[in-house]
């Protein structure tokens, strides 16, 4: 079945650093890519999204390309900030149909500090 | 505009009481789901509905049932609470896939659920 594999965390940074967060996915049809972003004691909130292949999906900073050929979406952001504390999911739907089901990532939390 | 709505936000449940988490959104969105996160496992699909009348079985339905008799609402029934339903628990909602491309699910805020 559909699967989206994320790097294990927590992982914790200085502000100003540079983040990788490594999502690898597993599908069999072609996928929309998203990551979704959950701040403490809140819901998930759609950080950025790409629906084909070489697509770069970009927000608040944060930016992941589509790579078919490695099945990857690795989420990277060239200077963190504090604010930037939050569990970042991965998660996959397949353009077939109507209803997009999310197959999600663990998860992945992030902790930023001065 | 109040998004996606979900009622109540923490509940403590016995062993066996059953109970029903209330969803609602004003987006008019033809399709709403029902998510639990649990540690270290991500957010799995319990139940979806592409419309009113219309619902279906996700990755994890035992235990749940949900109905869908309005655009506007999404209620999930836990029939008897087990500990093994403790978890925090999301509706979602977005416009129908239209096929090429994905739109973007809006969470609630989420209900925090534990059984003993």
């Known amino acids: 079945g559909d699967s989206v594999t994320q790097m294990e965390g927590p992982v914790t940074l200085s502000e100003e650093a540079f983040l990788t967060i490594n999502c690898t996915y597993t599908?069999?049809?072609?996928?929309?890519l998203f990551w979704y972003v959950q701040y403490p004691g809140e819901g998930l909130q759609l950080l950025l999204k790409?629906?084909?292949?070489?697509d770069k999906g970009s927000n608040k900073g944060f930016e992941a390309t589509y790579r078919k050929e490695t099945t990857s979406f690795h989420l990277e952001k060239g200077s963190v900030q504090v604010s930037d504390s939050a569990v970042y999911f991965c998660?996959?739907?397949?353009?077939?149909?109507?209803?997009?089901?999310?197959?999600f990532g663990t998860g992945t939390r992030l902790q930023v500090t001065l | 505009n109040a998004g996606v709505t979900q009622t109540p936000k923490f509940q403590v449940l016995k062993t066996g009481q059953s109970m029903t988490l209330q969803c609602a959104q004003d987006?008019?969105?033809?399709?709403m789901s029902w998510y639990r996160q649990d540690p270290g496992m991500g957010l799995r699909l319990i139940h979806y509905?592409?419309?009113?009348?219309?619902?279906d079985q996700g990755e994890v339905p035992n235990g749940y049932n949900v109905s869908r008799s309005t655009t506007e609402d999404f209620p999930l029934r836990l029939l008897s609470a087990a500990p093994s339903q403790t978890s925090v628990y999301f509706c979602?909602?977005?416009?129908?896939?239209?096929?090429?491309?994905?739109?973007?699910?809006?969470f609630g805020p989420g209900t925090r659920l534990t059984v003993t």
């Open positions: 979602a909602s977005s416009p129908l896939n239209s096929g090429g491309g994905s739109y973007e699910q809006y």
């Open positions: 599908a069999t049809g072609y996928p929309s």
């Open positions: 790409a629906t084909k292949a070489d």
């Open positions: 998660a996959l739907t397949l353009n077939t149909g109507t209803a997009s089901k999310l197959t």
């Open positions: 987006m008019n969105h033809e399709y």
């Open positions: 509905s592409v419309g009113a009348g219309i619902t």
